[in-house]
């Protein structure tokens, strides 16, 4: 490192709404003899503890004026921050117009996004956009080479040490990752207010869309150890995987969020207040078991039997607190993640004796009905669409066939229904008394789902001590129509007894007529749930 790389810190400008860590930067600063400028409830902090400070409005000789709008918006402020001290003409206009140098400048924002998160009206979201701020902190981290800027108060720690080893000075590394910093800042909190303003005026998919997020975990790796990964939060107020307190267990792999976030939005399907106590395990996304129960742990016990196979390594997700009964069950074979509301103690305490096992609480449940985006990247732009929350309870389930379903057979399809939302396409669910048997995903042929489908609960049921297909007597979902009849009557030969689909095939009277002739009850949903 050259000596031009160092630059000394004269002067700061400090004007915060967090005021986390304030008194302790200022008092550092203070020692070194760094001139502090700030501005109302952050110079006041600071002068009630004895820290010398200079109001910005007396550096200035300009009033703060209409309600704080207009306080920092001046050249003695802005040629402070911008000027090159190395470029003499920059250098003679501070002189001619008594400009003194700010080094460094820590500003963090009005708080927009928790403002917005709070549900307050328009004016006040208006009246919490910072105007003075991004301007300031844009300014400074242009001037890296001489400035540092400081949005953050974790890193005011750093610039604390960073002093203190170069004697007062900060090094061009140090500033320009504060820039860098800076600028993400700026950008997301820019991206916020696009989007509140986006929602007021109700467009769905703006000209312009931005988005951003926050770095929360820098991972081993992605789906393969070739490809490197990270988790980001965004601003999205739903409670779910990036709200989670992991208890304990190995840090979390992309897999395992993708797993577990499928899993807690499936189950999260489930109010346990109107279904009662349910589980899903999820395998590669896609779930191998998912059932109700009179207890958590039953309801357990049924998914896995589903498919005892799959389940090993899988995730499990619970939409009501985790007990005692059922962590003991769910100990008895190598599971990767266990995500729920909440646990006991004595849950807790059980699944502590699997150390690699992770244990994420959540506090609630995800609102299923709640909208949002979903982004998928392709060669040079992205898709998005909104997430798929419609609900099986909301159409009105058209009866198509001679026969109707029992009020057991439409509890049932309610139920393969909603499953079928979270299987990826082809997607083809046995359901038998509140339970999955079967599941066929992702085949490229609806008829090969349903075979497929057809052969775990099979292959369930001998594991179980039985020689009976469990499909048996079951009823079966497809997410979307039946193009021919061929895989409704593959169901039919499996033994299911009545069928959920959206319908809308240009062969449907053909479909009907097959389910019909093999004595089905049929009911169109005219919503399909396609998932890729």
């Known amino acids: 490192m050259s000596a031009s790389d160092l630059q000394p810190i004269t002067r700061a400008l400090i004007s915060v709404s967090d005021k986390t860590g304030l008194v302790e930067l200022g008092k550092a600063l203070s020692l070194r003899n760094v001139e502090i400028l700030s501005?109302?409830?952050?110079?006041?902090?600071?002068?009630?503890?004895?820290?010398?400070?200079?109001?910005?409005?007396n550096h200035t000789n300009f009033p703060e004026m209409m309600d704080g709008r207009v306080k920092t918006l001046h050249p003695m402020i802005h040629g402070g921050i911008l000027a090159l001290r190395d470029n003499e003409d920059h250098v003679a206009a501070m002189k001619t117009h008594n400009i003194g140098a700010i080094d460094l400048v820590v500003v963090n924002l009005y708080p927009f996004?928790?403002?917005?998160?709070?549900?307050?009206?328009f004016h006040t979201c208006i009246e919490n956009i910072d105007i003075g701020g991004p301007a300031m902190i844009r300014s400074a981290a242009k001037n890296y080479g001489f400035v540092n800027v400081v949005v953050d108060a974790s890193d005011y720690q750093t610039v604390i040490d960073e002093l203190e080893t170069h004697d007062g000075k900060t090094s061009i590394s140090l500033r320009k990752k504060l820039a860098a910093k800076a600028y993400a800042r700026t950008g997301a909190y820019d991206a916020a207010i696009s989007a509140w303003y986006a929602d007021q005026l109700g467009e769905e998919f703006p000209e312009r869309l931005v988005f951003s997020g926050t770095l929360q975990q820098s991972l081993r790796y992605g789906e393969n150890p070739h490809q490197s990964a990270a988790f980001y939060s965004n601003s999205e107020v739903r409670t779910g995987i990036s709200t989670a307190t992991q208890l304990q267990g190995k840090e979390l792999s992309y897999n395992n969020y993708n797993d577990t976030d499928a899993a807690f939005e499936l189950v999260a399907e489930f109010d346990p207040r109107v279904s009662g106590p349910t589980c899903a395990i999820i395998k590669h996304a896609n779930p191998c078991g998912v059932a109700h129960g009179a207890t958590l742990a039953d309801a357990y016990k049924t998914a896995f039997a589903c498919d005892t196979t799959s389940a090993f390594g899988g995730i499990i997700a619970l939409n009501q607190t985790l007990d005692a009964d059922t962590a003991q069950e769910i100990i008895k074979i190598f599971t990767e993640v266990i995500i729920a509301p909440d646990a006991t103690e004595d849950a807790k305490a059980i699944i502590a004796t699997k150390k690699n096992l992770r244990l994420l609480l959540t506090m609630g449940l995800p609102d299923p009905a709640i909208g949002g985006r979903m982004i998928k990247s392709v060669a040079g732009g992205y898709l998005v669409q909104g997430r798929d929350n419609a609900l099986t309870a909301e159409p009105e389930l058209k009866v198509v066939t001679k026969r109707a379903p029992t009020d057991e057979e439409l509890s049932d399809l309610r139920f393969a229904f909603t499953v079928g939302k979270h299987v990826k396409s082809n997607a083809i669910i046995y359901v038998r008394d509140g339970a999955t048997v079967g599941i066929g995903a992702g085949q490229m042929s609806r008829v090969d789902s349903s075979k497929i489908a057809a052969a775990k609960s099979l292959e369930a049921a001998q594991n179980a001590g039985e020689t009976e297909a469990w499909a048996k007597g079951s009823v079966v979902a497809s997410d979307a129509f039946f193009p021919f009849a061929d895989g409704l009557l593959a169901a039919a030969d499996a033994g299911a007894t009545a069928v959920i689909q959206p319908g809308g095939s240009m062969r449907d009277n053909e479909v009907i007529a097959a389910a019909d002739g093999a004595g089905l009850a049929m009911v169109f949903t005219g919503m399909r749930h396609f998932r890729h």
């Open 39 to 57: 501005t109302g409830g952050s110079a006041k902090m600071l002068a009630d503890a004895g820290i010398p400070v200079t109001e910005v409005a």
């Open 113 to 121: 996004e928790e403002t917005v998160a709070k549900g307050a009206d």
